[in-house]
């Protein structure tokens, strides 16, 4: 849902600022510097935040107690998808048996009849809603793979516990393609004091509940 006339949407300016910071990050590859009005604009905006309830608000002078977020996507600055950053966060959190309770309900939900709706009005049924199964995979790799991409490297650090019945998360191939277009980008990888070349078929097997540091062997910008 979209508010008209609002100020400093959190959204809005989340999106603005990532937009800004990822050109910064970049801009060393193709040897250009970005103004530094952008940056000025990534450095001031503004985030409405409400210290007494402790959530971020959807836009400046939101009333939390008597307005209804219908949109989560909109105040969540994360994971689109409400059931698979809830997942993410009782992971972070630790907290497996809210986990287990949580994505078992969502998978059941992906395979099953999914009333979509628009707002508050029920428009029709759709099997396999594509945004609620991308939710639920996103659960997985994020979640119980626990994948951060970051600008430089490829962290995995899978957690200590899976869901009930699951031995051991198996990831299958790593496409890399540098900045030139080429496939030839070399990769070291980095687990607790071992540091070593990624090579081509590399299989790598490590304990769960560690860190698994992939990044390319030249660093992005020198």
Same mark, same amino acid.
């Given at each position: 849902? &979209? ?17 800004l910071e990822l050109v910064n990050l970049v801009s060393c590859t193709i040897q250009k510097s970005v103004p530094q009005a952008w940056l000025n604009i990534?450095?001031?905006? &503004? ?11 959807? %836009?400046? /002078? ?12 909109? @105040? ?14 009782? #992971? ?14 969502? %998978? ?21 809603? #594509?945004?609620? @199964? ?9 979640? %119980? ?12 650090? $899978?957690?200590?516990?899976?869901? /009930?019945?699951?031995?051991?998360? #198996?990831? %299958?191939?790593? /496409? ?11 990769? @070291?990888?980095? &687990? ?6 990624? &090579? ?10 560690? /860190?698994?540091?992939?990044? $390319? ?6």
């Amino acid at each position: 849902m &979209h508010n008209l006339s609002k100020n400093n949407s959190v959204f809005t300016d989340a999106v603005t600022s990532i937009s800004l910071e990822l050109v910064n990050l970049v801009s060393c590859t193709i040897q250009k510097s970005v103004p530094q009005a952008w940056l000025n604009i990534i450095k001031n905006l &503004h985030f409405p935040f409400d210290d007494i309830a402790q959530i971020q608000l959807e %836009y400046e /002078n939101f009333n939390s107690k008597n307005s209804t977020i219908k949109q989560a996507d909109a @105040v969540l600055r994360g994971f689109p998808s409400m059931e698979s950053m809830h997942t993410i966060g009782f #992971i972070e959190l630790k907290d497996f048996n809210e986990t287990e309770k949580l994505i078992r309900r969502f %998978y059941k939900t992906c395979l099953t009849t999914v009333q979509r709706m628009n707002r508050s009005t029920i428009l029709w049924d759709d099997v396999n809603f #594509i945004t609620g @199964v991308g939710g639920f995979l996103q659960a997985v790799l994020f979640g %119980y793979d626990d994948i951060r991409l970051k600008m430089d490297e490829l962290d995995i650090k $899978p957690p200590a516990r899976l869901l /009930n019945h699951s031995n051991a998360p #198996i990831l %299958y191939g790593l /496409n890399v393609r540098a900045f030139d277009g080429s496939n030839s980008q070399s990769l @070291v990888y980095q &687990h607790a004091q071992q540091t070593d070349t990624f &090579h081509v078929n590399d299989v790598l097997s490590f304990l769960m509940d560690t /860190n698994l540091i992939i990044r $390319p062997t030249t660093p992005l910008c020198l």
